[in-house]
């Protein structure tokens, strides 16, 4: 069974930094890119990061680019993402997903559970 | 304000059919990128209903389709059930800011 579970998240200050990891399972981890979906709540979802199966290309949306940092570690079928400079709007629900599809039909078909992350003072 | 519009909201009686609208632009949906559809359940992570504009993953019943027509897209569900009560998700990708998108979501009420 195909299963992420998402940790690392938090309360943090305005200006912080938090590390998300996101464990997978039940498929083999390293021929998946993944990316990092967030919501905040009581909104919609927005898709933040992508990193392909051999850690290049990356893509970050505007709204988290040259603050937030997405790696992985095959090894450990772990998927993370560093997050600095933190800011209020980045408070949200983190998920991470699978991606599958061909170039122009990709689509994420497995997604975890999510963590919460609360910036505020 | 997202990059595929959606209805806020959606409603309809048990039984009864309804659609959900995604419209796009030149630089997804246009362009032919793959439109697929998510259902979030109340509390829940979103799930995989419809890829590549037309497909159900499997489990998922064929009261769930999605069709395309030029720059839009929809997703038919028929025989409403209570618990298809939840938020539905367009997505598609995007070339002009290279990267996934999705629409602002539409919230499901059965009547």
């Known amino acids: 069974e195909v299963q992420m579970v998402e940790s690392g998240g938090g309360l943090v200050q305005p200006g912080g930094s938090l590390r998300l990891s996101c464990a997978a399972s039940g498929f083999i981890f390293s021929s998946n890119s993944m990316s990092w979906i967030r919501q905040a709540p009581g909104k919609g979802l927005e898709w933040i990061s992508f990193?392909?199966?051999?850690?290049?290309?990356?893509y970050y949306s505007d709204s988290v680019k040259g603050r937030f940092t997405i790696s992985r570690d095959n090894a450990k079928n772990s998927l993370f993402l560093q997050m600095n400079s933190l800011r209020a709007e980045d408070t949200a629900v983190y998920y991470c997903?699978?991606?599958?599809?061909?170039?122009?039909?990709?689509?994420?078909?497995?997604w975890g559970q999510g963590t919460l992350v609360t910036v505020s003072s | 304000q997202s990059v595929l519009t959606q209805p806020p909201s959606v409603s309809g009686a048990p039984g009864q059919r309804v659609t959900i609208s995604c419209t796009g632009s030149?630089?997804?949906?246009?362009?032919?990128?793959?439109v697929h559809w998510y259902q979030q359940l109340p509390g829940t992570a979103p799930k995989l209903l419809i890829y590549g504009n037309t497909n159900r993953p499997s489990g998922v019943p064929d009261r769930f389709s999605g069709s395309k027509s030029g720059t839009s897209v929809s997703l038919a569900i028929t025989g409403l059930q209570a618990d298809d009560e939840a938020d539905y998700y367009c997505?598609?990708?995007?070339?002009?800011?290279?990267?996934?998108?999705f629409g602002g979501g539409t919230k499901l009420t059965v009547l």
């Open positions: 990193i392909s199966n051999t850690g290049s290309p990356i």
């Open positions: 997903a699978r991606i599958v599809g061909a170039y122009g039909q990709t689509n994420f078909d497995y």
């Open positions: 997505q598609s990708y995007d070339s002009s800011v290279t990267g996934w998108v």
């Open positions: 030149s630089s997804n949906i246009g362009a032919g990128f793959g």
